[in-house]
């Protein structure tokens, strides 16, 4: 059975800094593409970013480009999410995504997400 | 960035009810087009792939349709189970996607 559980969501001032995981089992992590998706309070779905198996293609949204940082390690089998310089509106629900499709943007499993409150 | 937009923001109908709702790309996404549901505090549910392509486990009440810039997603005969927030979502821009705004279908 794929799993997946993101960790590391808290509350913290605008400007602050938080770092996601999200810890993978039942399946290949290496083999498959990796996202992060959020949601704020009463809000739609927002995608934030991307990561190859490899690691080595990262694409993100405009809405975080230059604070966030998505990462893997396959060897623990775990995503994290970097991210730096929050503010207000970061405040969301943040999952993390598998990508069924290789690229094809199926997201078949999710976790359960974390919540990240920023506010002062 | 390509923009989704989803119509009804929201839609109330019965059980046994057929609804469909819509999706628009502000480009043609071809039939790179996926739908998910979800319900109040879960994660989304992938329904629906590349337009058409109903995902395992899928109940065939659900239908998808569409090419180009629009689609739409059909649910013949509603279940109680139903009844929850439905998204669509471009993978045409891959590794780039977006979602629409979604849309709330509640019980009358």
């Known amino acids: 059975e794929v799993v997946l559980v993101e960790s590391g969501g808290g509350l913290l001032q605008p400007g602050g800094s938080l770092r996601l995981s999200c810890a993978a089992s039942?399946?290949?992590?290496?083999?498959?593409?990796m996202n992060w998706v959020r949601q704020a309070p009463g809000k739609g779905l927002e995608w934030i970013s991307y990561?190859?198996?490899?690691?080595?293609?990262?694409t993100y949204a405009e809405s975080v480009k230059g604070r966030f940082t998505v990462s893997r390690d396959n060897a623990k089998n775990s995503l994290y999410l970097q991210m730096n310089s929050l503010r207000a509106e970061d405040t969301a629900v943040y999952f993390c995504?598998?990508?069924?499709?290789?690229?094809?943007?199926?997201?078949?499993?999710w976790g359960l997400g974390t919540q990240v409150t920023v506010s002062s | 960035d390509i923009q989704m937009t989803q119509s009804p923001s929201s839609l109330s109908a019965s059980v046994g009810d057929t609804v469909t709702i819509t999706c628009r790309a502000s480009?043609?996404?071809?039939?790179?087009l996926n739908w998910y549901q979800q319900k109040p505090g879960k994660a989304p549910n992938l329904l629906i792939c590349?337009?058409?392509n109903l995902q395992f486990g899928v109940p065939s009440r659900f239908s998808g349709s569409g090419s180009g810039t629009d689609f739409s997603l059909t649910i013949s005969t509603l279940q109680p189970e139903d009844f929850a927030t439905y998204y669509c979502?471009?993978?045409?821009?891959?590794?780039?996607?977006?979602f629409g705004q979604g849309t709330k279908l509640e019980i009358k």
């Open positions: 995504a598998r990508d069924l499709g290789i690229g094809r943007g199926w997201f078949d499993s």
């Open positions: 039942g399946f290949t992590f290496s083999g498959f593409e």
């Open positions: 990561i190859s198996g490899s690691g080595y293609t990262k």
């Open positions: 480009q043609n996404i071809v039939n790179y």
């Open positions: 590349d337009a058409s």
């Open positions: 979502q471009q993978s045409y821009s891959t590794p780039q996607y977006t």
